[in-house]
């Protein structure tokens, strides 16, 4: 590749380890005509090991709203890159507003995957992977950071915190008073030398980073909350009952039997047994 189209590109970076640059990640940024960057000092350093040198310009969360206009105005004519410090732009980094803008003006806009924190620690967790939601950092004020916890706290699903050491403990407390004491995995320093992934339940993992805050960029990954119990004979009833002021024995069957996971047919001929 020689010359890149005119457009915007999101170029994903390595977390740790330079070896996980891909080869279309560094063509696209050996040739772009500029590379927006969080800082251009980290890219900096990119760019040296793959011997390119190429225009920059700083685009973080600060200037963004300033300095976009001009970028979207040289998409016309321009191939300009988009990267972060580190892993996929716009997942917990600036960049969201730019691929907006970029397409609204009718921009191409291309993106070259590549390594991500939040995928890479869901890999590593051995927690399941078929739903998960990504929350990026929780608010530091323990009110805000409760009531954003309460708020998935029913949802049947993994879940994926970027969290600092420092904050590390209070977090994983955090977690375990919200959500119960999940099982979960503090992944750490992941692709560089001393990558780990320490798996417990909340709670132990609570107490062993209490009084020894760990180094390094972390992912907190708790699994989802265990399968409620079954439906007692009371709860069916009192459901069914509450059912049956408002609908026809069928339907309220039905309902119940859709809300608490159980037997319609044996709903419905307990409805016909209550209305007796
Ligand atoms: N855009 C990045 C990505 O794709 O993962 C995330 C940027 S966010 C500002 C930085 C956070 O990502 C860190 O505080 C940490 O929680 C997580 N992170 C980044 N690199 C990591 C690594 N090598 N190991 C563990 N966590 C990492």
Not at 118 to 139: K, Q
């Amino acid at each position: 590749m020689t010359s890149l189209s005119p457009g915007l590109y999101i170029v994903a970076t390595p977390i740790g380890n330079l070896g996980d640059l891909s080869p279309r990640a560094s063509e696209v940024l050996a040739h772009a005509d500029l590379i927006a960057a969080e800082d251009t000092r980290v890219t900096a350093t990119l760019l040296r090991h793959i011997g390119a040198k190429r225009p920059m310009q700083p685009y973080h969360d600060h200037n963004a709203d300033a300095v976009r206009p001009a970028l979207i105005a040289r998409l016309a004519r321009e191939a300009v890159a988009l990267v972060s410090d580190a892993g996929t732009p716009l997942i917990s980094d600036p960049g969201y507003k730019l691929v907006r803008d970029a397409r609204a003006a009718g921009h191409p806009v291309v993106t070259i995957p590549g390594p991500c924190a939040a995928i890479a620690a869901l890999t590593l967790a051995g927690l399941p992977t078929d739903r998960f939601l990504f929350m990026g950092f929780l608010p530091a004020k323990q009110g805000a950071k409760a009531a954003a916890i309460a708020e998935v706290a029913t949802i049947r699903a993994t879940l994926v915190f970027y969290e600092s050491g420092p904050r590390l403990a209070a977090t994983l407390a955090a977690l375990g008073d919200g959500l119960g004491d999940r099982e979960a995995a503090v992944t750490r320093e992941i692709t560089k030398r001393f990558e780990e992934a320490v798996t417990g339940t909340l709670s132990t993992l609570a107490a062993r980073y209490a009084d020894a805050p760990p180094r390094g960029e972390i992912v907190v990954v708790v699994g989802p909350p265990g399968e409620a119990p079954p439906a007692s004979a009371e709860d069916a009833d009192a459901a069914l009952a509450e059912a049956l002021t408002r609908l026809p024995a069928s339907k309220a069957a039905g309902e119940v039997a859709k809300r608490l996971g159980l037997d319609r047919k044996a709903l419905y001929a307990r409805a016909m047994e209550m209305k007796r």
